[in-house]
Nanobody, 123 residues
């Protein structure tokens, strides 16, 4: 079992950057695939990106490709989401999630979730 806590959200102007962190408890963080999702008001939760357990493989939604970067530091039990060139449409609550399955974009394949952190981009 793993517990996840996101941090780093806030208010930023369009074109700016933020880095979200996802701190995990437990000794087995390195065995989990980590995903990032977001949910805007009135919308379904959507996939943002995912990173393999050792950080060698990533996959991103088209809407964030070339702007967002996922990384992880297994020694620190932490995953990161670097967000650059932010747009108003990136405004959402951002969640990290963990799975021991495949490198999946499907939220129902993730067993563990953080509480979310709000990102607001002003235009």
């Amino acid at each position: 079992q793993v517990q996840l806590v996101e941090s780093g959200g806030g208010l930023v102007e369009a074109g700016g950057s933020l880095r979200l962190s996802c701190a995990a408890s437990g000794r087995t963080f390195s065995s989990y695939i980590m995903g990032w999702f977001r949910q805007a008001p009135g919308k379904n939760r959507e996939f943002v990106g995912v990173i393999s357990s050792r950080g060698l493989t990533t996959n991103y939604a088209d809407s964030v490709k070339d702007r967002f970067t996922i990384s992880r530091d297994n020694a620190r039990n932490t995953a990161y989401l670097q967000m650059n060139s932010l747009k108003a449409e990136d405004t959402a609550v951002y969640y990290c999630a963990a799975t021991t399955g495949t490198l999946t974009t499907r939220s129902n394949q993730y067993s563990y979730w953080g509480q979310g952190t709000q990102v607001t981009v002003s235009s």
